[in-house]
């Protein structure tokens, strides 16, 4: 026994709290927050919604699924499997589940914080969705991009010189 009206106009002023989707505009980027939680099945989706999401080119920054003790080989084999399904996504698996694989095409994998930073240095276009579980401190990541000075070159081609 809702009104419509009143559940439309809550709705449409909804907003998607920090690190669960929430959407940054920042550096000729648009980032994708999602750093706050991951399961199997969030990640997966993530990947088909970025693949939607308007803009390129496209990245997708992925950090551990935690509480999974046990089944490591076989989640993170889906992951990778859904990475090198996505030709047109640019990914950089940052965690120690990732170690077992190797890099590929349009797969990057990294195992350190430095190596992370690293990769995200050259991105300076696009749209970057980033996702881990909280305890992977991804919002660092975030944060990281939003905050970047652009370099000189990078300002006069206007965002151009993307990885």
């Known amino acids: 026994d809702m009104d419509g009206e009143a559940v439309i106009k809550s709705a449409g002023s909804y907003t998607v709290p920090v690190g669960r989707g929430s959407l940054i505009k920042a550096n000729g ?20 919604s970025l693949m939607l999401a308007p803009g390129n080119p496209k990245y997708a920054l992925l950090g551990d699924i935690k509480e999974i003790e046990g089944y490591e080989r076989q989640i993170y084999s889906q992951v ?20 077992a694989f190797n890099s590929s095409a349009n797969i990057k994998i990294v195992s350190t ?48 010189n993307a990885i």
């Open 80 to 99: 990778v499997e859904k990475a090198k399904s996505s030709p047109e996504i640019n990914f950089i698996l940052s965690g120690s589940g990732y170690q």
């Open 113 to 160: 914080h430095e190596q992370t930073i690293a990769e995200l240095e050259g991105i300076n276009s696009g749209v970057i969705m980033i996702k881990a579980s909280h305890s992977c401190d991804f919002d660092r990541y975030v944060e990281y991009i939003t905050n970047k000075p652009r370099s000189a070159q990078d300002k006069l081609s206007g965002g151009k």
């Open 29 to 48: 980027l648009t980032i994708i927050d999602d750093a706050y939680n991951a399961s199997l099945e969030s990640v997966l989706m993530a990947v088909d």
